[in-house]
Nanobody, 117 residues
Framework: VQLQASGGGLVQAGGSLRLSCAAS????????MGWYRQAPGKQRELVAA???????NYADSVKGRFTISRDNARNTVYLQMNSLEPEDIAVYYC????????????WGQGTLVTVSS
């Protein structure tokens, strides 16, 4: 499975961005999709995830501001980011996890989000 992330960029504090991640294969419909981010000097952390059935979970720091969604017909997952803060500056990575054996994990390339204060 190949994952292609897009949508990063520069935005002012309080602004919005929408990230997209397109998967190359139809396995998309069964995998859990997630967005992770890694800020300079910090470890990669989970931002949001969505299961094949649409259940979601979010990092506390983004609850109420970010929304993850998926379109199985387009093999695409989205991350709508509103009220962006300088603390959101990071490289954002798309992730796919197969919840069934052999439990593979795939990563997309990162997309940089920069927030100016």
């Amino acid at each position: 499975v190949q994952l292609q992330a897009s949508g990063g960029g520069l935005v002012q504090a309080g602004g919005s961005l929408r990230l997209s991640c397109a998967a190359s294969e139809s396995i998309f419909s069964i995998v859990t999709m997630g967005w992770y981010r890694q800020a300079p000097g910090k470890q990669r952390e989970l931002v949001a995830a969505i299961t094949s059935l649409g259940s979601t979970n979010y990092a506390d720091s983004v609850k109420g501001r970010f929304t993850i969604s998926r379109d199985n017909a387009r093999n695409t997952v989205y991350l709508q980011m509103n009220s962006l803060e300088p603390e959101d500056i990071a490289v954002y990575y798309c992730n796919a996890k197969n919840p069934y054996p052999p439990f593979q994990t795939w990563w997309g390339q990162g997309t940089l989000v920069t927030v100016s204060s």
